[in-house]
């Protein structure tokens, strides 16, 4: 655990010594913002209109979590497939390429706290990300009313979804040396999980249902709506230890090549 | 103390090193020599156990690399071909993150990483960031590195390449200090480096040893380098031979 935290600690601190990290928080808070403010005119037009139509059964069903921050959540959910990819490619991969790794892999330490100590400080990256992000419900508690569990809750998807593809990420790169390949498999891995669940759309057979199980965003928008059920959260965790599993392996198979 | 036992290591069809034993004792510094390719970095790889071998041992003062794994890593300090550095850290940064990887106590990190900085010449160094240090540099900070944590094993893969002469003389100097009562096995390809600060020689060639001597037991008057010279093409006529020998069987049968 130890060590774990040690090479945590110079990962998380290596993020920052590089502009990588810097260009990936400002272009999610960037566009996180934008988000905001896009649906925020856009609920305020709708409440205008509807006011002055004097519709209160429509005006009831307008709220800010639906309105706002569910979409908000969703758009972010995407610019995250983009965003870990870029933020995960080197971990492994570098290593390997300038010659770090040979100094991990004969120090005396396992692998699996080699992968936890990446793991911990690429989720650890991204929680902090996901924080800054706080401001933007933070700022309708101040001027409005909206559910502040519901929105707890679909935050609290939000860390799910960025650290399942984190773990993806610290997988795709064990398996290369090449940043680019690194990035694009986690990439193409991530979108997968985001489509997979398209051919059950119209329901049907049991291994559709299957493929809606594997659906990353069927468990991310439940806890958007604000439901936590622990169905979604056994999901997400399984998935972390999934492909920290294969991550593991894949770094322990690479002595006995 | 380092016991390497009928080491093998094949890359698929490729055999890079074949059945290789050697002793390297407490108190000297082994001399691996050997032409490019030869399998020295392979052996390397394998005694501080970055990979295993196919077949065979290696015993870091009585402990398997292989199955005493970690208590033995925990023996050795390695400076692999390229130094290991992380280049947009700083040398100071870089250092204490190794110490820690390494076990050392953390109220003696402070002392182990003065003393280091003293011995490679790395004072004025310790706050530049490793990427924009010189070669001879960073081959220092990649000698640091494997002495952080004083270990009684160490490993150097050609630690002096790529240094200006005045630095090769201090690493020289450096190493023939550290010596002390540590095992220390240093791969070359520079003959007098060899003469000038080892106890004992390997070559290898082609994967195989084909020397194993104390200097001082080396015949007089012949130099190094033709013992070098006779013993890898030896290997080569060997090799020949035992090839021109299979193809005469392999006519035979057909």
Redesign the interface.
């Known amino acids: 655990m130890k060590n774990s935290l040690t090479i945590a600690g110079k990962e998380l601190a290596g993020y920052f010594l590089q502009p990588v990290a810097y260009v990936v928080m400002t272009v999610f808070l960037l566009l996180g913002g934008f988000f905001f403010f896009a649906l925020l005119r856009y609920f305020e037009v709708m409440l205008t209109a509807y006011s002055a139509m004097q519709n209160p059964t429509v005006l009831q069903r307008l709220n800010l979590n639906e309105r706002v921050i569910e979409p908000m959540l969703h758009n972010l959910a995407v610019v995250l497939v983009i965003l870990v990819p870029a933020i995960t490619m080197r971990s492994f991969a570098e290593e390997k390429r300038t010659g770090t790794y040979e100094l991990l892999l004969t120090a005396p330490i396992r692998t699996g706290e080699i992968v936890a100590g990446k793991f911990i400080a690429a989720a650890a990256f991204m929680l902090i990300m996901i924080a800054l992000a706080g401001i933007f419900p933070l700022i309708l508690v101040m001027f409005g009313n909206p559910e502040v569990g519901a929105m707890f809750s679909g935050y609290l998807g939000l860390a799910f979804l960025a650290v399942s593809f984190v773990s993806i990420g610290l997988f795709t790169s064990s398996l290369t040396q090449n940043q680019i390949i690194a990035a694009i498999s986690c990439f193409g891995a991530l979108l997968f999980l985001f489509v997979i669940s398209w051919p059950a759309q119209a329901g049907g057979t049991q291994f559709l249902g299957l493929l809606r199980y594997m659906s990353l965003p069927e468990h991310f928008s439940q806890m958007v709506t604000g439901i936590i059920d622990t169905r979604d959260i056994v999901y997400f965790v399984s998935l972390i230890f999934v492909a920290l599993f294969l991550t593991q392996r894949s770094v322990e198979s690479a002595r006995w090549r | 103390m380092i016991e390497v036992k009928n080491l093998t290591k094949a890359?698929g069809d490729f055999v890079a090193v074949r059945d290789v034993s050697f002793k390297a004792e407490s108190g000297s510094i082994l001399g691996f020599l050997g032409p490019n390719g030869a399998g020295k970095t392979t052996t390397m790889?394998i005694i501080?156990?970055?990979?295993?071998a196919t077949a065979g041992t290696v015993l870091i003062d009585g402990l398997d690399i292989f199955t005493e794994s970690?208590?033995a890593?925990?023996k050795?300090g390695?400076l692999?071909?390229?130094?290991?550095?992380?280049?947009?850290?700083r040398v100071e940064?870089y250092l204490r993150?190794?110490a820690?990887?390494?076990?050392v106590p953390r109220a003696k990190i402070q002392s182990a990483l003065d003393h280091v900085l003293e011995v490679c010449g790395l004072k004025d160094m310790a706050h530049r960031i490793c990427g924009q240090l010189s070669k001879g540099y960073r081959q220092r900070v990649g000698l640091a590195?494997a002495l952080i944590h004083d270990p009684p094993v160490l490993v150097l893969d050609e630690p002096t390449i790529g240094l200006d002469p005045r630095q090769i003389h201090e690493i020289r100097g450096l190493i023939h200090e550290l010596s002390g009562n540590r095992t220390v096995v240093l791969s070359t390809h520079i003959l007098p480096e060899v003469s000038q600060i080892c106890d004992k020689v390997v070559i290898i060639a082609d994967g195989r040893v084909v020397l194993e001597e104390y200097l001082k037991q080396l015949p007089g008057g012949t130099s190094l380098e033709d013992i070098f010279l006779a013993a890898i093409t030896k290997e080569r006529h060997d090799v020949a031979n035992a090839e021109e020998e299979l193809e005469e069987v392999g006519a035979g049968r057909s």
């Open positions: 890359y790889r501080t156990g970055y990979m295993p970690l208590e890593r925990r050795i390695y692999p071909e390229n130094p290991p550095l992380y280049l947009d850290m940064a993150f190794v820690k990887l390494r076990s590195q």
